[in-house]
């Protein structure tokens, strides 16, 4: 069964840069921003949440829940205070983790990748 609403990975402030600063040209969905999340080099599929706050614009501030696609991949690097960047074509947003939730068992492709690749469960 798909689920309607995918369990948080995290609960974060997200700060979306101005235009100026390189972010987006405009506001964000109403709903859901399907976009890519970057510690260091490192980048993983997320979701940020924005039901109720969004759209959001260049410049503002939010409070959200993020979903990560592989959370097992980047659960190590999930710590209250971490920081890390939102991409699209370039970076739009800052993230601060204010909240970590209990990461699901890893699929059976996640503990695939993390086979191949020990570097994908290392700290930030």
């Known amino acids: ?15 979306f840069y101005t235009t100026q600063e390189g972010g ?3 506001p964000t969905p ?3 921003l399907k976009c890519i999340s970057q510690f260091g080099e490192d980048l993983f599929d997320c979701m940020v949440f924005l039901q109720g706050v ?8 939010v409070l959200a829940p993020i ?16 920081k890390f960047h939102l991409r699209d ?7 601060e983790v204010l909240q970590v939730y209990p990461a ?5 492709l996640e503990k695939a990748r993390l086979q ?9």
């Open 54 to 61: 969004g759209p959001v614009s260049p410049g503002e501030t």
């Open 1 to 15: 069964m798909k689920e309607l609403f995918p369990t948080p990975s995290i609960f974060a402030r997200v700060t």
């Open 89 to 95: 074509y370039r970076r739009i947003a800052s993230v």
């Open 116 to 124: 191949n690749d020990p570097g994908l469960d290392r700290p930030a």
């Open 30 to 32: 109403a709903d859901v």
């Open 24 to 26: 987006r040209a405009g």
């Open 67 to 82: 979903r990560f696609l592989f959370p097992s991949l980047v659960q190590r690097r999930l710590s209250v205070g971490a």
């Open 104 to 108: 699901p068992a890893p699929t059976r």
